[in-house]
């Protein structure tokens, strides 16, 4: 699926991991080769560009732990930007909202994309998988020999197929297999429109006819992914006229250079949640964002090697803070600390809350209820203050606030929140230092 850039990329990482020292530079030219790259891959250039950039901002912030060597933590950063440009936030891969029966779900594509066959590969997957009863139809009306081709494959995996009538339009068809899947029993009742050679507006009209009368719960584009950055130029045109909710890529067991799929999620926003590898029945896989940056990688035990540096650098780093809190320490720097901890685990209350007696007291504080965003706003302000500054925040003179506030793009105000949220840490790190070992615990007990 992706021979090529798995290929490159390899080359690259090879040379970079085996060299024991690494300079910046180093690290540059090695993502340059990896953007060359990302763009022989067909991906687009702002995707290649955007994720050249995060990387390098990961790389350059990246703990540095004694173990792993830095050509080992690029490779982790790669594959953890390749998951995240695939995935989006709210990947949820394979998965199809098919509630509610009799739950629609609306085929679009071009013709020749492979519509009629991924129709029929999911009607499968769905009755053998998750037990559905499917009913198919067809409503490609000017092709009789693609509403014929959808019946064969119905009865080939055993699967019904709505009826055809001739002379139908494709909007009462739609009606129809409604009407059919209430009274039928079924589960999921899938439309398969009728596609063209390319996008015009007959054909967008006649689909948006489809989905208003049917009201899909899923909208699922197919495309053909040997067609690289015109899949995803398709996908953002189906999406902005139609609405779509996912994306089936096929023919990925062609020779492809698998930029369609590295680039559809960022430029469209919509996941894709399959790829057709074959013409047969089962040749449909669930696309799963950790397995593809795997396979493009192809460097999972040095993946897995820096995860476990990381896990055990997460852990010493946890036990000094605890030996400095039990003393009552607490400045800038664990706060920032904590602060990144909080981004990881979903906010302030989110954290407090699997402290032990904590819930009740991050509810109090100023700065429950705190979003990523000001989190992250939190940490900048931190990161424009010198080290001094962030061990001892006391020194800190009015000049010096303004000019750290406006470093971080703040008011001298949100500085001043921060400064009082560090101090009743402190604060309150002293109280329980006072009470000693297990003194979290007896507090959490009253
Ligand atoms: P439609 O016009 O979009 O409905 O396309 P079809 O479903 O008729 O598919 C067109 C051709 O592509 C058929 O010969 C399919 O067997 C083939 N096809 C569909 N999906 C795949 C795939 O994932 N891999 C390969 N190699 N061929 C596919």
Not at 217 to 223: K, M, N, P
Not at 261 to 285: N, Y
Not at 429 to 441: A, E, I, R, T
Request: glycine share 10%; hydrophobic share 40%; charged share 30%.
């Amino acid at each position: 699926m992706f021979e090529n850039l798995s290929e490159r990329l390899g080359g690259v990482f090879d040379r970079l991991t085996k060299q024991g020292a690494l300079s910046e530079d180093d690290v540059r030219t090695a993502l340059r080769e990896v953007r060359v790259a990302l763009l022989e891959a067909d991906v687009s250039l702002p995707v290649a560009r955007q994720f050249i950039k995060a990387v390098e901002k990961k790389a350059t912030g990246a703990a540095v732990t004694k173990s792993v060597t830095p050509g080992q933590q690029v490779v982790k950063i790669v594959h953890d930007e390749l998951i995240a440009v695939l995935a989006g936030e709210d990947g949820d891969p394979g998965k199809l909202r098919i509630d509610s029966p009799p739950a629609p779900i609306l085929m679009v594509g071009l013709q020749g994309g492979g519509k009629t066959t991924t129709t029929a590969k999911l009607a499968k997957r769905l009755k053998e998988r998750d037990g559905k009863k499917v009913l198919m139809a067809s409503l490609d009306v000017n092709r009789p020999a693609a509403m014929e081709q959808l019946a064969i494959l119905g009865q080939q995996i055993g699967v019904d197929t709505l009826p055809i009538v001739k002379g139908e339009d494709p909007v009462a068809i739609a009606k129809r297999a409604k009407t059919q899947a209430g009274l039928g029993g079924y589960d999921v009742y899938m439309l398969d429109t009728a596609g063209r050679l390319s996008i015009d507006e007959e054909l967008m009209a006649q689909v948006e006819a489809v989905r208003d009368v049917a009201n899909p719960r899923e909208t699922i584009l197919v495309v053909d992914g040997l067609t690289g950055q015109d899949a995803v130029h398709t996908a953002e045109n189906f999406d902005n006229r139609i609405g779509i909710t996912g994306v089936v890529l096929t023919r990925m067991d062609g020779d492809g250079r698998g930029g369609a799929a590295l680039s559809m999620r960022a430029v469209t926003g919509k996941p894709i949640k399959f790829v057709g590898l074959g013409e047969k029945m089962d040749a449909l896989e669930t696309f799963e964002p950790d397995r593809v940056a795997g396979r493009i990688l192809g460097m999972g035990d040095i993946v897995a090697l820096v995860e476990k540096a990381q896990q055990t650098l997460e852990a010493e780093q946890a036990e000094r803070m605890m030996k400095r809190f039990q003393k009552g320490q607490f400045n800038m720097n664990d706060l920032k600390m904590q602060l990144d901890q909080m981004i990881k685990m979903g906010g302030m209350e989110g954290m407090m809350s699997m402290m032990p007696g904590m819930g009740k007291m991050a509810k109090q504080m100023d700065g429950a209820g705190i979003d990523d965003k000001m989190l992250r706003q939190q940490i900048a302000l931190i990161n424009s203050m010198t080290k001094k500054e962030r061990a001892n925040p006391q020194i800190l003179q009015a000049s010096r606030k303004k000019r750290i506030a406006a470093g971080a793009g703040m008011e001298v105000a949100d500085l001043n929140k921060l400064l009082k949220m560090q101090r009743q840490m402190s604060d309150m790190m002293k109280k329980m230092g006072k009470m000693g070992k297990g003194g979290m615990l007896k507090q959490a007990m009253r």
